[in-house]
């Protein structure tokens, strides 16, 4: 069984940061690829960036160039950094880990607000 674990949501003003932390737990043998999504307020979830083990890395275009993922693969942890927060960027944020069968966290909130 495995376990995700997410944390350092919040609320921050706009303009502010945060950065989110997901640790991944259990039977890992190999983690492949991880990453974030989100689901604001009436919308579908959708996908923040993602991470191979190899460390290449995808982002939404909303997100591009004030969000930053990264990983430790020795300790199966994921990160978020996320700069310059917009109330848009308000949702759950959720991790992933593909193993390689996908698995989710709980899910984390973030509040952009003033």
């Known amino acids: 069984q495995v376990q995700l674990v997410e944390s350092g949501g919040g609320l921050v003003q706009p303009g502010g940061s945060l950065s989110l932390s997901c640790v991944a737990s259990?039977?890992?043998?190999?983690?492949?690829?991880m990453g974030w999504y989100r689901q604001g307020p009436g919308n579908q979830r959708e996908l923040v960036a993602t991470?191979?083990?190899?460390?290449?890395?995808n982002y939404a275009d909303s997100v591009k160039g004030r969000f930053t993922i990264s990983r430790d693969n020795a300790k199966n942890t994921v990160y978020l950094q996320m700069d310059r927060l917009k109330a848009e960027d308000t949702a759950v944020y959720y991790c992933?880990?593909?193993?390689?069968?996908?698995?989710w966290g709980q899910g984390t909130q973030v509040t952009v607000s003033s």
């Open positions: 992933y880990v593909d193993l390689p069968v996908r698995n």
């Open positions: 259990g039977s890992i043998f190999t983690a492949y690829n």
């Open positions: 991470i191979t083990r190899g460390g290449a890395t």
